[in-house]
């Protein structure tokens, strides 16, 4: 399992970046799922959304899963290249694969850090 | 988009309709018009073309010859298929339900001419009433996940209408057929998932944390999807009770239960039947399925629009027959679907079915599915991890994986093809990892279900000896596995005519 | 013990195997004050037995191929089906198998979906079809179940035309009833003569959906461009309802602007069975497919590199999305989508058109016939199919009895749905009525008082 050091991860797998604000999920997440076929971002710019809140949908060949912001701000960008390329999420999930960015995004109090999540990750079997 | 060049290399098996069209073939004649030509319709209203393929009538039959030789069906084998019952379907109910008085009546046609029809819902409907112990039967919804939400709305529609409007919570066991939540979801109300126990009942004390005045009701399928009666079923449907909720039971599994306990007994408020799977229906590679639904008395006045009732009474002793016709429940959730239910397809096989059965006949068919599925459980056991072992009513469940090896239930399914058994159903329930959901039906002679044990004990040494051979079958069929992520993204959805298909000759 | 192939030593064996000493013991887990109810039902017929009952109460039918003169549509037409549809759809490797889960033993199943998928998609002019719907009326439910999950619950109103068949009207209502929807637009007193562009002005920015039907439930032929651009115009989509057997003639919905086009695909090779079951076609532009209902086959390779067919986009469907699927829908109507398939296929785009043809003309000799008759009058001026309004000199549910005393089922009384239609009868022809019953229909009315 590969996680990126200076992220924030929540226990529903999506991670957070504080300094760019941006949103996504997780290596562990994306290989659970299989093949991404479909994303949508539930959210716009300019969108105030709260820690929880469903900001995505995603489905894969065998599953589908929503996506729950780990952290709440205001919505400055969505990522609108990912609803033609929906495999990003399963080939850069840190990088390119980023859902949606927050302005002034303040992370859940319940977040994880990288080897914090990634024992987390152990301890679920499959 | 498609990747044409990717398409073009595959292998063809069988062309489609479009590809063995050939401009200027006719499969049918038509007789010349007899009347006089009238004006035609204005340009600006006209297609300019239409793309649809041109075949010989000789065409047509190989082609789908062709393509039924590709299915695997249950007049072949064993179709062990859980939570489906792939039983038999009597030859008899296909020339039943092909009498020209069924196969040209409108449905629309005044009620004087159609009392055959009627006669026949209105005591199909009789007959589920006896079988299910319900005040009241639908024959309406067209499946079972339409009598479902059928199901449903009666349930929002009696707190509505008794002003209890606070109540948004569905209890649902995690054990669930996923058109359960999914008919919730259509209701916008909210699911609460109650655990199972160890024993694959329902978990009391969850059930009891979660019972308030705000729950609709809930929704257990019983016998569950783990193949097993819930042990305590009736204390189940008092804790709904006592907080106000109703009683809905999925009866996706009657066929255990036919002649042996009738759900409205217990006190469920409402079920729906899956004539193509209890009353021997067809499956139709996928449909039409039947789902009418039987309610107890406190719903009646909130069943579908309409129902066949009796419009006059008759006179047994003049051999005066009843005139039936339609008639409206007071507080009828409305129509589920144009017309009056899937009555040719449905419910004509499904009445043949009962009648050539009766009340005895009908507990041989629940008592012989149950026997079926304990003897296979029971051959299998010292092979397969039966998570939740104890004597199972129509099907159970058994893990498809075993220790130290990384073989999937999915393997073992796809190998089961290579010994011409259809698998069972895999990865469901998901509270059993690796399911291998079996129900064998009542169908099957016990040379049948032997055969079956012996593949499944001979796929179990496989899984030791030659992995290999699980993770790459199905080998003997005429297709392997397919790409399915390929599938998903490309969404290559239909066909057309080729693109030079004018200047073919 | 009908069709139960297990002998009673078999049995015997089986259940010490089991380790019970009777078939009843595998039941204590029910409750003992409910286990083995006495079912109070007629005993069990024979199959010859059987074969006689249920000849005897189709007999008590009248239909329309033995005994009646048919002029009744109104949404389930009589049309003539090859034979070759129902020696094809008795093929036991195709009604006995089940949904094609596993693809490789299930191709023939998911080929003749993908081509009924392709045979719908080319006719309507629509980039897809899925595997099917119940029928015409939920198929249009399942339109405005899609509408509702794209624009994500936040518009709530649908504009339907008065003019959509009021029992598909009914059933989107009882399906609009669950998610809390608006139904604009169907209202009695409506005026009959109103264009379709009248309806723009319902179209707001709240509404998800506008929905006509194609030709309309009074046979009229109308093009929907400008309505389809006024929905467009306020971002709601565009659905019409077309009948399968006009869109063989008439410019394809696609061409008007629709985003979603449906219905009852009854017309193409299933027979009328009293109403059921029938087969819901649905089609939709690309950019809704992931949130449209029902299944989808998709062309992929094998293993072996061999074309093949898949069902796919499943985690759309209820089994995998559960509570946030679009529908509950599992089924699709499979048998009926290959009877479809066969039909179009065997008659081809020639037979088709004859048929298209046949229907158009002999409705419009009727149509002229019939105006010539005192007292009767065509109800409206705009063109039609293959069905149409017939002002009577008296009530048309007297006018239906009286023709049914002579054996002729005269149409659908529309003043049921529409109390100032309280005369007319709707009138439907197809290539099953000759010439003769036409004039008999003629003659039978002019000698009504």
């Not at chain 3, 015409?136 to 179940?145: I, P, V």
Request: net charge negative.
């Amino acid at each position: 399992m590969n996680t990126s050091a200076h992220l924030k991860f929540a226990k529903t797998d999506e991670w957070f970046d504080a300094e760019s604000g941006a949103i996504g999920i997780s290596d562990y997440a994306q290989n659970q799922l299989s093949d991404v076929v479909f994303v949508e971002i539930l959210v716009e710019e300019g969108d105030e959304i709260a820690v929880g809140k469903p900001i995505a949908s995603v489905e894969s060949v065998k599953a589908s899963t929503e996506i729950y912001a780990p952290a709440s701000g205001k919505v400055s960008a969505v990522n609108a290249a990912l609803a033609d390329a929906p495999e990003t999420i399963n080939s850069d999930p840190y990088g390119a694969a980023w859902m949606i960015k927050l302005e002034g995004g303040a992370a859940g109090d319940e977040l994880l850090d990288a080897s914090a999540y990634e024992q987390y990750c152990e301890g679920r079997g499959h | 988009m498609a990747d044409i060049s990717t398409a073009l290399d595959a292998i063809i098996v069988e062309p489609t309709v479009f590809e063995l069209s050939s401009p200027g073939r006719t499969g049918t004649t038509m007789p010349a018009a007899d009347v006089p030509a009238a004006d035609s319709l204005p340009e600006h209203l006209l297609r300019s073309e239409l793309p649809l393929p041109e075949l010989a009538e000789v065409d047509v039959v190989r082609h789908f010859t062709r393509l039924s030789q590709f299915n695997y069906s249950v007049d072949e084998g064993f179709y062990p298929l859980g939570s489906c019952t792939m039983k038999y379907n009597p030859k008899i109910n296909e020339d039943t339900c092909r009498l020209p008085g069924f196969l040209f009546t409108h449905p629309l046609q005044p009620i004087e001419t159609v009392q055959g029809n009627l006669a026949l819902m209105f005591e199909l409907q009789e007959w589920l009433k006896e079988i299910s112990g319900f005040a009241g039967v639908t024959l309406q919804p067209a499946a079972g996940a339409q009598g479902e939400f059928s199901g449903v709305l009666m349930m929002a529609a009696y707190h509505k209408m008794r002003g209890d409007t606070k109540r948004v919570k569905m209890l649902i066991p995690d054990a669930a057929h996923g058109t359960n939540p999914a008919s919730v979801g259509m209701l916008g109300m909210q699911v609460v998932t109650i655990p199972s126990d160890e024993r694959g009942n329902v978990n009391l004390e969850a059930l009891k944390a979660a019972c308030d005045d705000t729950v609709v009701g809930m929704m257990l399928t019983n016998p569950n999807t783990l193949g097993l009666f819930d042990e305590h079923v009736e204390e189940v449907i008092r804790l709904v009770k006592d907080c106000g909720g109703l009683m809905y039971g999925d009866g996706a599994n009657l066929n255990a239960l036919l002649g042996i306990v009738r759900p409205g007994d217990l006190g469920f408020d409402v079920m729906h039947f899956n004539l193509h799977k209890t009353f021997a229906v067809p499956h139709g590679g996928g449909g039409p399925g039947s789902g009418p639904v039987g309610v107890s008395e406190r719903l009646l006045d909130f069943l579908p629009n309409p129902l066949v009732g009796i419009i006059e009474e008759g006179d047994e002793e003049e051999d005066l027959a009843p005139l039936y016709g339609f008639v409206t429940p007071k507080h009828s959730i409305g129509r589920m679907k144009a017309f009056h239910g899937h009555f040719g397809g449905g419910l004509v096989r499904a009445y043949t079915y009962i009648a050539m059965h009766g009340p005895d006949g009908l507990k041989d068919i629940a008592q012989h599915a149950v026997l079926n599925a304990n003897y296979l459980q029971a051959k299998l056991r010292g092979t397969y991890r039966i998570p939740f072992d104890r004597i199972c009513m129509h099907e159970f469940v058994a893990e498809g994986r075993f220790e130290g090896s990384d073989v999937r239930a999915l393997d073992i399914s796809k190998r089961l093809i290579d010994y011409k058994f259809h698998p069972p159903t895999n990865y469901f329930p998901l509270i059993v990892p690796e399911a291998l959901m079996i129900e064998p039906t009542e169908t099957e002679n016990k040379d049948t279900l032997d055969r079956f044990v012996e593949a499944m004990l001979k796929i179990a040494e496989e899984a030791q000896s030659d992995p290999e051979l699980l993770k790459s079958a199905p080998h003997t069929t005429r297709f392997g596995r397919m790409d399915e992520v390929k599938a998903a993204r490309e969404l290559i959805l239909c066909c057309w005519l080729p693109e030079n298909y004018e200047s073919l000759t | 013990m009908t069709y139960i192939p297990i002998s009673p030593a078999e049995r015997e064996a089986m259940l010490e195997t089991v380790g019970v000493k009777s078939l009843d013991a595998l039941f204590e887990a029910i409750p003992a004050a409910h286990r083995f109810p006495k079912l109070n039902l007629p005993p069990a017929l024979s199959e010859m037995e059987a074969a006689a009952h249920l000849a005897d109460l189709a007999s008590t039918n009248e239909n329309a191929r033995e005994h009646l003169i048919s002029f009744l549509g109104a949404g389930a037409y009589h049309h003539y089906t090859p034979a070759v549809v129902d020696h094809i759809l008795r093929r036991g490797e195709f009604y006995t198998a089940y949904t094609p889960y596993q693809p490789e033993i299930s191709q023939g199943t998911l080929q003749a979906i993908f081509e009924y998928q392709s045979l719908m998609s080319a006719l309507t002019g629509m980039d897809v079809s899925n595997a099917s719907h119940y029928d015409g009326a939920t198929a249009a439910a399942e339109a405005m179940n899609l509408a509702y999950a794209q624009f994500r619950g936040k518009r709530k109103k649908v504009v339907l035309s008065p003019f959509l068949n009021p029992q598909y009207r009914e059933v989107i209502g009882t399906y609009a009833q669950a998610a809390g929807i608006e139904l604009v637009g169907a209202d009695a007193q409506t005026d009959l003569e109103a264009t379709p562009e009248s309806f723009a002005e319902l179209i707001d920015e709240d509404t998800m959906l506008v929905v006509v039907q194609y030709p309309d439930f009074f046979g009229r032929i109308y093009d929907y461009q400008k309505l389809a651009e006024a929905a467009r115009a306020k971002g709601a989509l565009f659905c019409i309802v077309a009948n399968p057997t006009a869109l063989i003639t008439l410019k394809t919905p696609a061409d008007m602007g629709a985003d979603i086009v449906v219905g009852e695909a009854q017309p193409f090779g299933i027979p009328l069975w009293f109403g059921g079951p029938y087969l819901g076609f649905f089609t939709t532009k690309k950019a809704y497919i992931h949130k449209m209902a029902g299944r989808l086959v998709g062309e992929t390779v094998d293993s072996r590199g061999q074309r093949s067919y898949v069902l796919t986009l499943t985690a759309r469907e209820q089994h995998i999305k559960r509570e946030r699927a679009t529908s509950n829908i599992c089924t699709n109507q499979g048998l009926l989508a290959l009877a479809a398939a066969v039909y179009v296929s065997t008659l081809g785009k020639s037979g088709l058109q004859k048929v298209a043809d046949l229907c158009y003309q002999k409705a419009h000799y009727a149509a002229s016939e019939l105006s010539k008759l005192d007292g009767f009058s065509l109800r409206f001026d705009a063109p039609f199919f293959h069905e149409f309004a017939l002002t009577c000199p008296k009530p048309a549910e007297e006018v239906n009895q009286y023709l049914l005393d002579h054996g002729i089922l005269g149409g659908y009384a529309l003043g049921k749905d529409y109390p100032a239609l309280k005369n007319d009868l709707l009138v439907a022809v197809t290539e099953m009525n000759s010439r003769e019953e036409i004039d008999a229909l003629v003659e039978t009315l002019k000698e009504m008082n």
